[in-house]
């Protein structure tokens, strides 16, 4: 398994204990900054994660933000990208068995570390539930993304 790792500034301390975890779990992965506190733009991070997610560079993506919002919002402009901001363990183990999300989202600013190893067991532990109404919903999702698509000028 192969992550991309992206953050703003306001994630960059949760990004860094996100690194060090993985590191731990033998999971291999690529930062894509930001490097420092220095102020950034988001969308630029959500955008860098969700194009590797797409293009099999990865396979999963995490994204962190001061409240998770932001990133979740630009890393679901692509089609394909099923970006979850998980606040706790069990927003992730949803996220993953009935929504078979990509891209964890993490919220640097309101989430405290302690939270983070037990939602990232969470996310890592489980896998997509592929039978009957999960699957059909996710086909779903996918059908919005084509039909906006269509909607662009």
Known sequence: ???VI???HGGFDMKEAVKVD????GIEFRDLGCHDKTS???PDYA????????????DMGVLVCTTGIGMSIAANKFGGIRAALCLTPHMAKMA???????????AGGLTPLSDLEPILNEWFGNTFDSTGRHQRRVEKIAEC??????LAC
């Open 1 to 3: 398994m192969k992550i």
């Open 6 to 8: 992206g953050s703003d």
């Open 22 to 25: 993985l590191k731990k779990r």
């Open 40 to 42: 950034v733009d988001y």
């Open 47 to 58: 955008k860098e994660v969700a194009v590797c997610v797409l293009k099999k560079v990865a």
């Open 96 to 106: 993953r068995m009935h929504n078979n999300a990509n891209v964890l989202v993490l």
């Open 145 to 150: 993304a084509q039909e906006a698509s269509k």
